[in-house]
């Protein structure tokens, strides 16, 4: 079976880091993640580009997003070096769809839909793990081990002011792509407010029909 191309899209919260990590080990394709790309390059210098801040730092933590040059050239990197993947948080707009058509063809593209309030409760109940980058929930899925509950983390955009300002962001700019590629017959729509099992269900059966 040839690797994968698969997009997985879906609000601030909606489960795509949880349902990509498990896509990447079933079926032995890169993970790419804007997300992590981004944190991992919080402070570096962007002012060559058309930006109004000079590290992408001061848009993520307020829930705004980084300049399409600097996501898109961080995205055009990964991609040039595999040849499946899964790729999360990449199209936000439609110009980044776009772009991304350029870049490659993609076998299936999906949606996780979960209602606002539900996303609301998820990321500011989200701690991470610093140690392992495990994702845990304090209400619905906190850890066993003591240790590690002492250990976690909050990311610094997970507080409810930037929550609401990340999902307003997604209401008006990301929402258009989920009509762009549904327009084209591209989009496949999975319940996201299911347990993660059940939504992983879903997702692998989604992408192995696409095969
Ligand atoms: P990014 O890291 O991509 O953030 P996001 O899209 O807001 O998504 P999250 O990572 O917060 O959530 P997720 O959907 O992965 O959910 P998770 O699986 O963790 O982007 C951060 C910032 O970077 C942006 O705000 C922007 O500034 C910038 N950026 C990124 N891409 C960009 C781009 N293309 N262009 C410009 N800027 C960009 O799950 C969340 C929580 O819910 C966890 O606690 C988890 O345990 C729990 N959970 C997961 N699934 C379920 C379930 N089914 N039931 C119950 N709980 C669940």
Known sequence: MAEPRILILGGPGAGKGTQSRK????????????????????????????SEYD????????????????????????????????????PRNVEQAEELNNMTDVDDILYLDVDEEELVQRLTGRRIDPKTGDTYHIKYSPPEDPEVEKRLEQRDDDTEETVRERLRVFRETTEPVI?????????????????????????????????
């Open 179 to 211: 009509e762009y590629y549904e327009e084209r017959g591209q989009l496949e729509r999975v319940d996201g407010k299911q347990s993660p099992d059940e939504v992983w269900v879903d997702v692998r059966k989604a992408i192995e029909n696409a095969q």
């Open 55 to 90: 590290v992408p730092r001061t848009y993520m933590d307020q829930g705004e997003l980084v300049p399409d040059e600097v996501v898109t050239l961080l995205v055009k990197e990964a991609l040039s070096q595999v040849n499946g993947f899964v790729l999360d948080g990449y």
């Open 23 to 50: 896509t990447s080990e079933e079926f032995n394709v890169k993970h790419i993640t804007t997300g992590e790309l981004l944190r991992a390059n919080k402070d570096r210098d962007i002012s060559e580009f058309e």
